[in-house]
């Protein structure tokens, strides 16, 4: 109880958090009703009783129908400002927020739809937040391309991009040239690696691609050199334990590698991934964690200065925020 109290009161950086994964059914059904939509599920329930995943394209599959309630600048508006509420009573200080333009844009949404609604929510707090806008590796780069294009006129509200979508068998050297593209826009970049894929991806993720951070990257484990890697270049990992239980990169719990990857000297983080479909924003990833694992005080802090070290802030933000 008191651990729960100390995780809960500690100031936190969240740093991986996809905003169509923080839509709650209750906010899926009130948006498909203001929206004319019907659902293939009859009741909130139903939908939330669908959240019973096999693997991350099982996953994929419900939620990108879910964010097919999506469709104007208002609703973007409400999913993010019910994600920064909920953030904020986490004592989230600040969040790199991912949004999936690709999702939207396929279905006829606008780009300016999307990112005008998710910006203006950030603007208005209650916390600081910023965008990183993320690609879907399991389309053609030409798409990714595309995308950056239209970004073009909103750059000033992005601080970087991401990869994001199914893993195995989209390798991120499949987006070299859309990551050069957002490097010489200043860019900042991250991608997903190593949640399902080997630890390969996570080695051509920093060797071609130039990100400054790994999304998940748990099973770098798998590797000791490009652990070394790893912890020489104190490269951050962005984990999310939930996900990895609910999507099956790790059996229950008490399997998960991460009190191994802090002790290998990994700058690893604690993130909620999509905190509407596995059950729990950034505290419950902590205290899920800290339950199962042999993870003490020292280790909470270690993690939130981690999450802020890696924030893309400036040092003095960092300071004041932790
Ligand atoms: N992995 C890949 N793609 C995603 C995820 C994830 O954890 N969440 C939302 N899109
Ligand atoms: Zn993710």
Not at 132 to 156: G, K, N, S, V
Not at 202 to 214: G, K, N, P, T
Not at 220 to 244: F, G, I, K, W
Request: net charge negative; hydrophobic share 45%.
């Amino acid at each position: 109880e008191q651990l729960r109290r100390r995780l809960q009161a500690m100031p936190k950086a969240e740093l991986h958090i996809h905003i169509e994964g923080s839509l709650e059914p209750e906010l899926i059904f009130e948006l498909a009703q203001r929206n004319g939509i019907s659902l293939a599920y009859p009741s909130v329930e139903a939908l939330r009783q669908a959240y019973d995943f096999t693997d991350l394209q099982s996953f994929l599959d419900i939620y990108y129908a879910g964010a097919s309630v999506l469709l104007t600048e208002q609703d973007f508006y409400d999913m993010t400002a019910a994600y920064l509420r909920r953030a904020a009573a986490d004592n989230v200080r600040h969040a790199e927020i991912f949004f999936d333009p690709q999702t939207h844009t396929a279905r006829g949404v606008p780009f300016g739809t999307a990112i005008n609604g998710i910006w203006r929510a950030c603007q208005e707090g209650p916390i600081s937040a910023s965008l990183i806008m993320c690609f879907l590796r399991h389309l053609p780069e030409e798409d990714a391309l595309a995308t950056l294009e239209q970004a073009l006129p909103h750059r000033d509200k992005l601080i970087g991009v991401g990869l994001d979508s199914s893993e195995v068998g989209h390798p991120p050297e499949k987006f070299a040239r859309v990551f050069e593209r957002a490097r010489e826009l200043g860019l900042h970049l991250v991608a997903h690696a190593g949640e399902e894929g080997p630890p390969a991806y996570i080695d051509s993720a920093l060797d071609v691609l130039h990100v400054e951070r790994i999304d998940h990257g748990v099973r770098c484990l798998d590797d000791p050199q490009l652990v070394q890697r790893l912890a020489r270049e104190r490269m951050a990992l962005t984990v999310c334990p939930l996900s990895n239980i609910k999507l099956r990169v790790f059996d229950v719990m008490g399997s998960h590698n991460l009190r191994r990857l802090l002790d290998a000297g990994l700058a690893a983080t604690v993130n909620s991934d999509d905190p509407a479909y596995f059950g729990g924003y950034v505290n419950a990833n902590y205290l899920a964690a800290f339950e199962a694992l042999p993870l003490d005080e020292r280790h909470a802090r270690q993690l939130a200065v981690n999450s802020f070290e890696a924030a893309f802030l400036d040092a003095d933000s960092k300071r004041a925020f932790l």
